[in-house]
């Protein structure tokens, strides 16, 4: 059973880091593409950074030099981490982890940011 599980989420004020993780099991993850997304209320769903089997990385413009994605390909399980930093009352959302290999994509069930004075 494929599951991709998210942890790390919570409540930090403006300024703070906070560092989320997504591990997936179920299947062969290795070769896939890890990504976060991420939805706020009333907003669509958005991608924040991805980072590809062979480590390549991409980001949204919005967290820039503030995110660090990474990943920890271990042999029956893929992690994935976000590291954020300096976080704004704007990252405050619902994150969500995503793996895709076309033409399949997994979903984690996402995780609460808060970011609040």
């Known amino acids: 059973q494929v599951q991709l599980v998210e942890s790390g989420g919570g409540l930090v004020q403006p300024g703070e880091s906070l560092r989320l993780s997504c591990a997936a099991s179920g299947s062969t993850f290795n070769p896939y593409t890890m990504a976060w997304y991420r939805q706020a209320p009333g907003k669509q769903r958005e991608l924040v950074a991805l980072?590809?089997?062979?480590?390549?990385?991409?980001?949204a413009d919005f967290v820039k030099g503030r995110f660090t994605i990474s990943r920890d390909n271990a042999k029956n399980t893929v992690t994935v981490y976000l590291q954020m930093n300096s976080l704004k009352p704007e990252d405050t959302a619902v994150y969500y982890c995503?793996?895709?290999?076309?033409?399949?994509?997994?979903w984690g069930q996402g995780t609460q940011v808060t970011v609040s004075s």
């Open positions: 995503n793996a895709f290999l076309f033409p399949r994509t997994y």
């Open positions: 980072i590809t089997n062979d480590g390549v990385t991409n980001y």
